[in-house]
């Protein structure tokens, strides 16, 4: 890979020189028993001799350190509790814990402590599931678990006076209609990311666009409202311009692709000290899909990973020199698609979503840690893989049958950083998939686990407060209740036109709408020897339409051919009856016929075999 991608130097223009390579030690952190076997009393003594629960072998996420640095969060769901009034039969249903991250036990012998599991149904009125992305609060009094604020008062949630009784679980609602009462279920959210000022969130919500799914990023302040028992968000920001800059511009009939441009995909959270927010964005190069930041206070935009690669969850140190992104890079998944530098975003109108989705098959993923500066991939530098000193046996800290979950996350002090992995299963492994089963190396069958990586000669940072964030942003457009919403959509109006490159050559570029006049249906992009950098040359063509099937399965016919010359040479060329493929966004199946490949200095990329 690497002769393949020295060149993007001068695409990235940094002369900054890569960190040297860390020392790394990973543990793994104890869980509770695992049980695969849902029948009431299945989880019996003998598998847990103190009573406190069985998980299933799936469905973990794990969350933050406490702020003591000792402990982690995660969501897990136990299985296998006797009947009530047992006092065993709390330990069921999806629930928030606390895991022990230093080797030692709590109290009663356990290595974690379910911080919901007892708390009395006047506790929790109002409250939805515990699920994904557990964090809490630099207080170490409060977490949030999916769509809720666990409070245990003045005590810290690992303490012994942090007990059921004292523990509060309350919802979290943005108003969503103009005259609200508060009495319904307000907006739908979705990947809650806390601000480290502990008094703002991120959150982003689905909404539609005329040719598909979209979703909305949020920034807003909670609020504790004591007569309704819940959380409100209020002074919320929608985070897209209200006069919207695109990334793609036309003016008369030329096009300009505009790379400072705040493209909110999807949002990821916030760095470390909260000045930014950190997202999925429109590609920067044809088919790339990256990770950016943009400064809260300004709006001004920087790009954080190149690599050819899909990058998405994202960790960023405490004082934001740092972060952990999870990458397919390495495993050659979507090479054949955006393994061809310094092609500009230009079918990208209509692919975007196609590039997205590859990136799983269904429940499989191809996320790996690797560990980042602050100035991102540049040069030859891509990044340290965190778990790349195992021998990639089964089992193994870097075994690839294991892939990673979202979200890492850092110790306040800057020295570790957890983060979770999952094994995969059928059908994402097995049967006509190309990809082996591999057999839970645990007893008792736990299909996921838990990590710690220490950089072991770093020294700890001073534990600093977060001075509040202002609520005003004042490049974004304040959300009022009952708005309607609609994702921002990338979008030029039908025509012809033309590209200059920044350098040299050109690209014919044409665009048409559906027959309906409400979506972009095709693009078409004749290259003339078309160069950004001055030093890579594209030539030929590529064709690519969309058509929606419903409002998350698309479909996409694809034609290319083109050349790319210069310290890289390479190709990215379809089959003479074109490249023809399906996926939904939220499963992630790939399915296709005819062939897309990209060939870099003789190296071949093809895509994976359907379902794989």
Request: glycine share 10%; with cysteine; proline share 8%.
């Amino acid at each position: 890979m690497r002769s393949i991608l020295s060149f993007v130097t001068a695409v990235l223009n940094r002369t900054t020189p890569p960190p040297k390579p860390e020392q790394i030690e990973i543990i793994e952190v104890p869980l509770p028993p695992s049980l695969d076997n849902t029948t009431e009393g299945a989880c019996t003594p003998a598998i847990n001799p103190r009573r406190t629960g069985c998980i299933a072998p799936t469905g973990l996420n794990s969350g933050n350190f406490m702020p003591d640095g000792l402990h982690v969060t995660a969501s897990v769901t136990f299985v296998g509790a006797p009947a009530s009034p047992d006092p065993a039969s709390v330990y069921s249903g999806l629930q928030f814990i606390l895991l022990k991250a230093d080797g030692t036990t709590f109290p009663n012998g356990d290595t974690w402590k379910c911080i919901s599991c007892s708390v009395p149904d006047a506790n929790k009125v109002g409250s939805t599931e515990l699920g994904e992305y557990p964090q809490t609060f630099r207080d170490g009094t409060k977490a949030m678990s999916g769509v809720n604020i666990i409070n245990c008062g003045m005590a810290q949630l690992t303490s012994e006076n942090c007990t059921p009784n004292k523990t509060y679980i309350y919802p979290i609602r943005l108003s969503n209609e103009a005259n609200d009462d508060g009495s319904g279920p307000g907006f739908p959210l979705r990947e809650l990311r806390l601000h480290p000022d502990d008094v703002h969130l991120t959150f982003n919500t689905f909404a539609e666009t005329s040719s598909g799914l979209g979703e909305v990023g949020f920034f807003g302040r909670l609020q504790f409202n004591e007569t309704g028992s819940r959380y409100d968000l209020i002074n919320v920001t929608i985070l897209n311009p209200p006069e919207l800059v695109r990334p793609i511009i036309a003016e008369g009939k030329q096009l300009t692709v505009n790379r400072s441009a705040i493209t909110i995909g999807e949002l990821r959270g916030l760095t470390g000290t909260g000045k930014e927010v950190v997202y999925v964005g429109y590609p920067y190069e044809s088919c790339n899909i990256d990770l950016f930041a943009v400064s809260l206070a300004t709006g001004a935009v920087r790009r954080i990973t190149a690599h050819p690669e899909y990058a998405d969850p994202i960790g960023v140190s405490p004082d934001d020199k740092w972060q952990v992104v999870l990458d397919t890079r390495g495993s050659g998944r979507l090479m054949f698609l955006s393994g061809l530098r310094s092609v500009p975003p230009i079918t990208d109108l209509v692919t975007v979503t196609a590039s997205s989705s590859v990136r799983n098959n269904g429940n499989r993923r191809f996320f790996e840690p690797y560990l980042l500066d602050y100035e991102g991939d540049r040069s030859e530098y891509f990044g340290q893989k965190i778990n790349a000193a195992g021998n990639g046996s089964p089992g193994s800290i870097n075994d690839p049958n294991w892939n990673a979950g979202a979200d890492p996350r850092w110790s306040l002090d800057g020295t570790r950083v957890v983060y979770f992995q999952w094994l995969a299963i059928p059908p994402a492994c097995g049967g006509s998939n190309s990809l082996l089963c591999e057999t839970s190396p645990y007893a008792d069958g736990r299909e996921e686990r838990v990590m710690i990586a220490t950089f072991t000669n770093r020294k700890p940072l001073p534990i600093k407060s977060v001075a509040e964030a202002p609520d005003d942003i004042p490049w974004g457009t304040k959300y009022v209740p009952g708005m309607t919403l609609t994702a921002a959509e990338i979008t030029v109006p039908a025509g012809e036109y033309t590209l200059q490159g920044n350098l040299f050559g050109y690209a014919d570029v044409s665009i048409t709408l559906n027959n309906a006049n409400t979506a972009l249906q095709t693009v078409s992009v004749a290259y003339h020897q078309f160069s950004d950098d001055g030093i890579n040359f594209v030539a030929g063509y590529e064709n690519v339409t969309l058509t929606p099937v419903n409002i998350t399965l698309n479909r996409w016919d694809w034609f290319s051919n083109i050349t790319s010359t210069g310290p890289v040479s390479g190709t990215k060329v379809t089959s003479s009856d074109g490249f023809h493929m399906e996926i939904d966004e939220v499963w992630n199946f790939f399915e296709a016929n005819g062939t897309l490949t990209t060939t870099i200095d003789g190296v071949s990329y093809r895509q994976p075999c359907n379902y794989c």
